[in-house]
T-cell receptor, first 113, second 113 residues
């Protein structure tokens, strides 16, 4: 049981480049979400999804796109990376019913030069 | 909108000393509160939730609705408690049709030998 898997673990981009952070879970969780973690700012919600085909914006959605074509996958896209997007990104999931507890991925550290 | 405040960025104590990590929240409804912990080089994971009313690794947290607080306490800190601690509040969002957690900025606990 892998839980929540994020790839890549590390990535360096140049300003203006695009990339996708991958997130997959094998727990059949309906709810999936992306957070960014910055020093002194804690965890801020970027986007979330309550099921396949449904996505919604969180606190800091600008500059990021998401889609949810399957229950298992929730990729986060940066269309034109900016230095302000240098951060550690966490994917988290949970079942919609039952305990309201998030399961986190290991994180993806992104640096934009 | 809900808000979670962790007033201390850093808490430094000696082994065996009592520890209290503060968390205050604002929310008009009935809150569901959590403490998550991130040990060095590990994933964020649930430490405890107020509904469970349990003690995990010697830590307890009591929901005080009058003071809108959910402070995390441990009578005798251990070196292995050194980590980043996040308080989180889960609230129902009608627009998204799901419970959405909001995290505080985190408190880094350092326990010296």
């Amino acid at each position: 049981n892998a839980g929540v898997t994020q790839t890549p673990k590390f990535q360096v981009l140049k300003t203006g480049q695009s990339m996708t952070l991958q997130c997959a879970q094998d727990m059949n969780h309906e709810y999936m979400s992306w957070y960014r973690q910055d020093p002194g700012m804690g965890l801020r919600l970027i986007h979330y999804s309550v099921g396949a085909g449904i996505t919604d914006q969180g606190e800091v959605p600008n500059g990021y796109n998401v889609s949810r074509s399957t229950t298992e996958d929730f990729p986060l896209r940066l269309l034109s990376a900016a230095p302000s997007q240098t951060s550690v990104y966490f994917c988290a999931s949970r079942a919609v019913a039952g305990a309201n507890v998030l399961t986190f991925g290991a994180g993806s550290r992104l640096t934009v030069l | 909108a809900q808000r979670v405040t962790q007033p201390e960025k850093l808490l430094s104590v000696f082994k065996g000393a009592p520890v209290e990590l503060k968390c205050n929240y604002s929310y008009s409804g009935s809150p569901e509160l959590f403490w998550y912990v991130q040990y060095s080089r590990q994933r964020l994971q649930l430490l405890l939730r107020h509904i469970s009313r349990e003690s995990i690794k010697g830590f307890t947290a009591d929901l005080n609705k009058g003071e809108t607080s959910f402070h995390l306490k441990k009578p005798f800190a251990q070196e292995e408690d050194s980590a980043m601690y996040y308080c989180a509040l889960s609230a129902f969002h009608a627009s998204g049709g799901s419970y959405i957690p909001t995290f505080g900025r985190g408190t880094s606990l350092i326990v010296h030998p």
